[in-house]
């Protein structure tokens, strides 16, 4: 249940910022670590400027990795492709409120294909616009960086919209995780905790250290 698994607080790294040239290393280590979920950015350069991986990169991951999957839909149309992330045992399907114009559907679709239902905002998107769905949401994702690429600085205002989203959640007797998206790190992961979110989606502080164990074990104790 939703409510079991905000019990403390979630780490998931995120394979955007992984060396692709080792990546099975990589994923071994996070295999190995506290982590709680492998966190999978799909990008098609239309929805945001950049393109990451597709479906045989993703089903390589889904083989080695011991994580559940939190995949994370930075593309238009994704409603196109749940089959697809179902067959790959994904965990949690992430879409964003920005590029589904019919979200309540897309959830509904997400749900019935059997994953947990979540919806991303980015940065210049009020919380207040998920008013009317997000009962029916397992998780919220804010974006505390633009969408697109690694290594970007924390928005502080992130801060003020995670309090936010918790009183819309309370208000509405809603169960959703809050996740965080950008800039995560051992410096921001304190804030972001102590703001109130439940999930937080490190990609560079973990794959550039040189001890990404250690790195993870930090961060879930921040």
Request: aromatic share 4%; hydrophobic share 45%.
């Amino acid at each position: 249940m939703i409510e079991d698994m905000r019990n403390d607080l979630k780490i998931a790294p995120s394979l955007l910022s992984a060396n692709f040239a080792n990546l099975e290393k990589d994923l071994d280590q996070i295999n190995r670590s506290e982590a709680d979920w492998l966190h999978l950015d799909v990008m098609d350069g239309v929805f945001v400027p950049n393109i990451s991986f597709g479906f045989p990169v993703l089903k390589a991951v889904a083989a080695i990795s011991k994580k559940p999957l939190d995949m994370h839909l930075m593309i238009v149309n994704p409603d196109k492709f749940i089959s697809q992330i179902r067959d790959l045992g994904t965990m949690m399907m992430n879409v964003h409120y920005e590029a589904c114009p019919h979200l309540h559907r897309v959830i509904q679709q997400i749900k019935e294909a059997g994953m947990k239902a979540a919806v991303t905002l980015n940065p210049a998107t009020p919380v207040a616009m998920l008013s009317d769905i997000i009962q029916d949401l397992d998780m919220v994702l804010l974006m505390s960086v633009n969408p697109g690429f690694g290594g970007q600085e924390f928005i502080p205002h992130t801060l003020n919209k995670i309090r936010e989203l918790r009183e819309l959640r309370a208000r509405s007797g809603s169960n959703a995780l809050i996740e965080i998206d950008g800039g995560v790190n051992l410096q921001t992961a304190p804030l972001l905790s102590e703001a109130g979110a439940d999930v937080l989606v490190a990609g560079s502080a973990v794959f550039k250290a040189p001890d990404m164990i250690e790195v993870i074990h930090q961060l879930k104790n921040a």
